[in-house]
């Protein structure tokens, strides 16, 4: 017989709610799938939102009745470019449409803008996903995410508030291995 875990015969209320946020590139969906193949249950708040954009009629009425049809493809969809294009440089804009994708998807594991919409309120524990800037470039292929992200709080402020971060830049084993030291010290908690 192995060691007893510190939890065993413990029962949990409920499954402890753990947030994976960072930058763009940073690998926050690589940290996602090394949660997943520990066991635990995952969901990334970009595929919630891209199913809300694509499936809900309300989302969908309200982008258009804010946007126009100019954020719509030619099949009729709605295109995340097209609407990015807009929220890009207006604050405004930005706000209004993490105010309507985000709320529903506050259940999400993967929360990339997690502080700032307050988002790791909701949460038990969060984990910051950061890299170098020229990795994270390299892993998301776009030119400038320095850009893209002014309006974000750094990934070091966010490293400072996360109870968990890791700074990804060595082999996926390593990322591995940081999930599962993070994944035992969450069980070794006292349930919620």
Do not use: C
Not at 13 to 26: E, F, K, M
Not at 132 to 143: C, F, H, I, K, P
Not at 150 to 165: G, H, M, T, V
């Amino acid at each position: 017989m192995g060691p007893v875990s510190p939890t065993e015969g413990v029962s949990r209320s409920r499954p402890v709610a753990v947030a994976i946020t960072g930058g763009i590139g940073a690998g926050k969906t690589e940290a996602l799938n090394a949660f997943a193949r520990h066991g635990a249950a995952t969901i990334s708040s970009d595929d919630i939102v891209h199913r809300l954009l694509r499936e809900d009629d309300d989302v969908r009425a309200a982008l258009l009745e804010r946007f126009g049809t100019g954020i719509l493809d030619d099949a009729g969809h709605v295109d995340r470019a097209a609407i990015s294009r807009i929220v890009f440089d207006d604050r405004e804009a930005l706000a209004w449409l993490e105010a309507l994708l985000h709320p529903p998807a506050v259940s999400a594991t993967e929360v990339p803008l997690l502080y700032e919409v307050g988002g790791h309120e909701r949460f038990d524990a969060v984990v910051a996903i950061t890299a170098a800037e020229d990795l994270r470039r390299e892993r998301s292929r776009v030119n400038s995410p320095e850009h893209r992200e002014s309006r974000l709080i750094p990934d070091e402020e966010k490293a400072a508030r996360a109870d968990f971060s890791y700074v990804n830049d060595g082999t996926r084993q390593q990322l591995d291995d940081f999930v599962a030291e993070t994944i035992r010290a969450l069980e070794a908690r006292p349930p919620a």
